[in-house]
């Protein structure tokens, strides 16, 4: 049994219903981030069902050309944080869609209700991590937003921990089982129109190290399901944890889509926002 220091302690981590249950958390880039609503079953996206309509105010997705290109998260009102393979390479211009969900319906409604029309916004910066050369090394970036997003129901950001690595670091470590979302590929071979979720499970990283024949460290997450995975499509979306706050549910960003297996049948890799949340802290305050 390890013994932990009490900074560590404090943190009281309890699996309960699936969701980490914490006593205190670290400071979040921005208070107004979402708080866990609507269903919560698991999903897949190759072999999937569809999110739930109101569950994921956060989602973009990020358009080069009139096609769909990546994923990525709103984190604040003027910034979306997606993968650094998801920039332009020819230095097009990226639009950014919030509050989106079925791409072939104008009006996205449930049984609960309906949502407003999405929004698209034009990218006019991307800060791309220094050496960042390929997805086996520094595959995040911070996308800058041409006008602010104006907060609702529909459109919110994800809630996002800054300021204090070592407490995240050990929240992560805790996390047994976690979420994604995207439009990427489905078992038709084609994206799918409406947005998939998937629940993942937690691996070592020495299992990925060992499927992809490279070391990991800790700028990598390693997740992987037996029946489902994200695929082409998905790059740039979100790895999040529902943690319990008191009276409160937070879904908290931990990762980003980088890659995965070929065909992707397979344990996937996430880049960690764990070891940049310093620069994207500074990014966003500095720009």
Same mark, same amino acid.
């Given at each position: 049994?390890?013994?932990?220091?009490?900074?560590?302690?404090?943190?009281?981590?309890?699996?309960?219903?699936?969701?980490?249950?914490?006593?205190?958390?670290?400071?979040?880039?921005? !208070?107004?981030?979402?708080?866990?609503?609507?269903?919560?079953?698991?999903?897949?996206?190759?072999?999937?069902?569809?999110?739930?309509?109101?569950?994921?105010?956060?989602?973009?997705?990020?358009?080069?050309?009139?096609?769909?290109?990546?994923?990525?998260?709103?984190?604040?009102?003027?910034?979306?944080?997606?993968?650094?393979?998801?920039?332009?390479?020819?230095?097009?211009?990226?639009?950014?869609?919030?509050?989106?969900?079925?791409?072939?319906?104008?009006?996205?409604?449930?049984?609960?209700?309906?949502? !407003?029309?999405?929004?698209?916004?034009?990218?006019?910066?991307?800060?791309?991590?220094?050496?960042?050369?390929?997805?086996?090394?520094?595959?995040?970036?911070?996308?800058?937003?041409?006008?602010?997003?104006?907060?609702?129901?529909?459109?919110?950001?994800?809630?996002?921990?800054?300021?204090?690595?070592?407490?995240?670091?050990?929240?992560?470590?805790?996390?047994?089982?976690?979420?994604?979302?995207?439009?990427?590929?489905?078992?038709?071979?084609?994206?799918?129109?409406?947005?998939?979720?998937?629940?993942?499970?937690?691996?070592?990283?020495?299992?990925?190290?060992?499927?992809?024949?490279?070391?990991?460290?800790?700028?990598?997450?390693?997740?992987?399901?037996?029946?489902?995975?994200?695929?082409?499509?998905?790059?740039?979306?979100?790895?999040?944890?529902?943690?319990?706050?008191?009276?409160?549910?937070?879904?908290?960003?931990?990762?980003?889509?980088?890659?995965?297996?070929?065909?992707?049948?397979?344990?996937?890799?996430?880049?960690?926002?764990?070891?940049?949340?310093?620069?994207?802290?500074?990014?966003?305050?500095?720009?």
């Amino acid at each position: 049994m390890n013994i932990m220091g009490a900074g560590v302690l404090e943190l009281l981590l309890l699996v309960v219903l699936g969701c980490l249950e914490v006593q205190s958390f670290p400071r979040l880039l921005d !208070p107004q981030c979402m708080t866990a609503r609507g269903e919560t079953g698991r999903y897949r996206i190759i072999n999937g069902k569809a999110a739930d309509l109101f569950s994921n105010p956060w989602m973009v997705i990020i358009i080069e050309r009139g096609m769909m290109r990546c994923g990525g998260s709103l984190i604040t009102p003027r910034f979306v944080l997606t993968a650094a393979h998801c920039r332009s390479e020819t230095k097009r211009k990226l639009t950014v869609r919030l509050g989106e969900y079925d791409v072939n319906q104008a009006f996205d409604c449930s049984r609960l209700g309906c949502i !407003p029309r999405p929004k698209e916004i034009n990218v006019t910066n991307a800060f791309v991590y220094r050496n960042f050369v390929n997805f086996h090394r520094n595959d995040i970036a911070l996308f800058k937003l041409e006008t602010a997003v104006q907060y609702g129901d529909y459109i919110r950001p994800i809630c996002l921990f800054v300021g204090d690595a070592p407490r995240t670091a050990e929240l992560l470590k805790n996390i047994r089982h976690f979420n994604s979302t995207g439009w990427g590929r489905t078992q038709q071979r084609t994206n799918s129109p409406i947005l998939q979720q998937i629940t993942l499970t937690h691996y070592d990283l020495s299992y990925c190290s060992s499927f992809f024949g490279r070391l990991m460290d800790n700028s990598k997450i390693c997740v992987g399901s037996a029946t489902s995975s994200t695929c082409n499509g998905d790059s740039g979306g979100p790895l999040t944890a529902r943690l319990q706050f008191g009276k409160d549910k937070l879904v908290v960003l931990f990762g980003v889509v980088s890659y995965g297996a070929a065909h992707c049948h397979g344990p996937t890799i996430y880049t960690s926002v764990v070891p940049y949340a310093d620069w994207i802290e500074s990014v966003v305050r500095n720009h």
